[in-house]
């Protein structure tokens, strides 16, 4: 009896009769390891032609929005990074900014230009992943090592400026966590030269190779209706045609002061989609360059006698009550904490008591900056916003991130929503895949750009 049961699963209700369908159901995931261990495919054969597909998610469903309005404003910004761990500067920066749009204040030209840096480089390093890993897919493992190398001259400034190399925690409610460090743009130019020199290999191996384009041309397409209709943003959507871009649209930062184009193709294939990515990787290239080009100066170091102590010491002093001439003295701090020195942090962050925690400097070193400490940390104080809501959108790798905020006026978020750039894809993709073939559902799948974390949240 279980082998005829099996077997008309296999073959469809009714084979076992000799009527009824003779196509194959194939289960694809969740621990198919091109699924990412979090996608259920359910997919209906006719040979290996897919007749018809069925789309699961939610396996890694972490509870992200209900986590965030269980601690205080700050607290979401770690969660934030866990959205899209391969972009996760761009997650902080749309989160902070909601907040910030919620307090109605707005973050120092520096630190806006600090964050359009930031934000292209993590840009950059998610479009490496995605095309390297849809060509490793396909085969190209080669192509996949370049781009894996060129991620990490990119992964070296992240981890230059925030400590971490991949849940960063970098930006602040008001601000960011530290200024760049010194001889950061030469770093900068050194890498993206590097950078473009990965690309125009991938682009000779790639780009024009027969095998490539055959497996990508045709493959996986959207109409420009049906893509408009899923509400789909981003790379996918401009592989069809139209050049919707937040960063155009609805500027923010400082991105209305920098040339850049939006780069867009007709098919909405996967060989579309490829296309865009690698031309939006140089447009991002180009908005780095302006930004550190134009960026203004702020207070980096100040140091009024030449002297420093080691930051053990000064904590030591601080807590004995010994504070007099503490603040005048400059202290060497660990890699990890270079940069929250006061003089950057005022060219950084918002000068509001309310909002951004004070230097450690003035934390160890006064008994207000200790008070102004304690108040932003304890429970059922730190910051306070208005009670209303807000909604900020930035452009994510994969398209429109978007967080809406609720506030009741408490410490906490009342309500925090997430917009993912990578669901709509998710609900279209049974159909880019029906009617193609088995070979082609995983390099599909790897041109959508599914990222885990931010899907199920």
Same mark, same amino acid.
């Given at each position: 009896? %279980? ?5 008309? #699963? !296999? ?6 009769t ?5 196509n ?20 209906? *054969? ?19 929005? +209900?986590?965030? /309005? ?12 866990? @959205?899209?761990y ?5 997650n902080? #920066? ?8 919620? @307090?109605?204040?707005?973050?120092? /030209? $520096?630190? +806006? ?27 190209? #493992?080669?192509?996949?090592?370049y ?6 001259? *990119? ?21 960011? +966590? ?26 000779? @191996? ?17 109409s420009?209706?049906?893509t ?17 871009? =937040? ?12 040339? #850049? ?26 908005? =780095? ?12 170091? =100040?140091?009024?006698?030449? $002297? ?19 603040? *005048?003295?400059?202290?060497? &701090?660990?890699?990890? &904490? ?53 909604y ?8 429109? &991130? ?13 309500? =925090?929503?997430?917009?993912p750039?990578? *669901?709509?894809? !998710?609900? %279209?993709?049974? $159909? !880019?895949?029906?009617?193609? !073939? ?20």
């Amino acid at each position: 009896m %279980a082998d005829t049961a099996r077997r008309e #699963f !296999m073959l469809g209700e009714g084979a076992g009769t000799g009527g009824g369908s003779q196509n194959l159901k194939l289960n694809l995931g969740p621990s198919h390891p091109a699924m990412h261990g979090i996608i259920r495919i359910t997919a209906e *054969l006719d040979g290996e032609v897919i007749v018809n597909a069925d789309v699961e998610i939610g396996y890694l469903h972490r509870a992200f929005e +209900k986590d965030c /309005e269980v601690g205080g404003y700050n607290n979401a910004i770690p969660y934030t990074d866990r @959205l899209n761990y391969v972009s996760p500067l761009i997650n902080n #920066f749309g989160y902070c900014s909601a907040v910030e749009k919620l @307090l109605g204040i707005d973050v120092t /030209e $520096r630190c +806006k230009y600090i964050r359009v840096v930031m934000s292209e480089i993590s840009r950059i390093c998610d479009h490496l992943t995605c095309v390297g890993a849809t060509a490793m897919e396909l085969g190209a #493992f080669t192509a996949f090592l370049y781009m894996i190398k060129a991620r990490e001259f *990119l992964w070296e400034l992240v981890e230059d400026v925030t400590g971490a190399r991949l849940t960063i925690s970098y930006g602040r409610v008001g601000g960011v +966590k530290a200024d760049l460090p010194a001889g950061f743009a030469e770093k900068v130019r050194h890498a993206l030269k590097q950078t473009r020199e990965v690309l125009d290999e991938v682009h000779r @191996l790639l780009t024009g190779n027969r095998i490539f384009m055959d497996r990508m041309e045709g493959i996986g397409a959207l109409s420009r209706a049906e893509t408009i209709a899923y509400a789909i943003t981003g790379p996918m959507l401009r592989a069809v045609g139209v050049p919707y871009d =937040v960063r155009r649209v609805q500027p923010y930062y400082v991105y209305d002061r920098l040339e #850049f184009e939006i780069p867009t193709q007709k098919a909405g294939d996967n060989y579309a989609r490829y296309l865009v990515r690698m031309a939006e990787m140089e447009q991002s290239m180009r908005i =780095v360059e302006q930004a550190l080009a134009t960026i203004p100066g702020g207070p980096i170091n =100040v140091d009024f006698e030449g $002297r420093a102590i080691d930051p053990a010491a000064y904590v030591d002093r601080g807590k004995q009550g010994k504070t007099e001439g503490l603040l *005048l003295v400059p202290i060497t &701090l660990s890699p990890n &904490l270079e940069g929250q020195r006061r003089a950057e942090l005022s060219g950084l962050n918002v000068s509001d008591k309310r909002i951004t925690l004070p230097p450690k400097e003035n934390t160890y070193g006064s008994i207000e900056g200790l008070m102004n400490h304690f108040m932003l940390i304890m429970d059922g104080y730190g910051i306070r916003p208005p009670p209303g809501e807000a909604y900020f959108a930035v452009e994510g790798a994969n398209g429109e &991130l978007g967080f809406y905020v609720v506030s009741d006026g408490s410490d906490r978020p009342y309500r =925090v929503r997430c917009r993912p750039p990578c *669901l709509p894809p !998710m609900a %279209a993709l049974h $159909r !880019m895949i029906e009617g193609e !073939m088995v070979a082609d559902l995983v390099p599909t799948f790897g041109s959508v750009n599914m990222i885990g974390g931010e899907l199920d949240r």
